[in-house]
């Protein structure tokens, strides 16, 4: 590093510009000072958003990531004004209203539920994405080390909580009264997405007590647009073993034609 550029990495930690500052600063242009500051300076604001947008992703805790064009609308039922679109728009969390996806395994709820965080965190708006048991156990555990208060603090960073897989497992008791208890204490301040394979006459069986998961259940739908997902599993419709199963049908049906 020359003298020069070693002066403008000094200035760039005094003034708390980004590290990286001095070094595109060697290679920015300008037809006057002003407009070689004003580059740099548009410059820097860009790469600050980007960094902000980055990190906001890398600490939803997303367990892959997808792009809009991944996703298939054509088995979903979108309820009236709702749609792709407007969803990505995040139009739900404009209008301070919860999303519950309900469908069978493998239908495209995590996608969708992904695909929004990712465009929250674009719009520099935080995402916290759990599997349900995973924050259930989480809240189990803080509670026994005495550590629920940490736990709430890093929750309540997020302005939109994604619960997915909820109800394919039972649950811990005193994890899933904490659960309820901290979505009592966000209803309608934060916006729940949260994903389900299970009737809401069937929640009972996974949090067992029934006065609970009826006032979770009207809290959660107090103000919320129901999508639903009547299609087939698509992992297994992609899957090598779905390919070799219908071939084989295939098969078995032009041996019974011949016979004939």
């Known amino acids: 590093m020359d003298d020069m550029q070693e002066r403008l990495a000094t200035c760039c930690k005094s003034l708390r510009l980004s590290k990286s500052l001095a070094e595109r600063a060697m290679n920015q242009s300008g037809d006057t000072n002003q407009d070689f500051l004003l580059s740099l300076l548009e410059d820097e604001i860009q790469y600050r958003e980007r960094s902000r947008i980055t990190k906001l992703i890398n600490s939803a805790g997303f367990p892959k990531r997808y792009t809009v064009s991944d996703f298939r609308t054509d088995e ?82 997020a302005d939109i909580l994604i619960l997915d897989e ?36 069937q929640w009972v069986n996974v949090l067992y007590d029934q006065r609970m998961t009826t006032a979770l259940i009207g809290r959660l739908t107090h103000h919320v647009e129901l999508i639903l997902f009547p299609g087939t599993n698509n992992r ?25």
Do not use: W
């Open 76 to 157: 979903v039922d979108f309820p009236e004004g709702v749609s792709y679109e407007s969803l990505l728009d995040l139009d739900f969390h404009k209008s301070g209203k919860n999303i519950i996806m309900y469908g069978g395994t493998g239908t495209g709820k995590t996608m969708l539920s992904i695909l929004i965080g990712i465009e929250a965190c674009k719009k520099n708006i935080p995402v916290k994405f759990y599997r349900t048991a995973g924050l259930i156990n989480l809240f189990s555990e803080s509670h026994e080390k005495g550590t629920l208060s940490s736990l709430k603090k890093k929750l309540n960073k």
């Open 166 to 201: 909820f109800g394919y497992v039972p649950y811990d008791r005193t994890g899933s009264q904490l659960l309820f208890d901290y979505l009592s204490e966000i209803h309608e301040v934060k916006e729940v997405i949260l994903n389900t394979n299970l009737e809401f006459s």
């Open 236 to 260: 297994l419709r992609e899957s090598s073993i779905n390919k070799a199963m219908s071939q084989m049908t295939t098969t078995k049906k032009k041996g019974t034609s011949h016979e004939k």
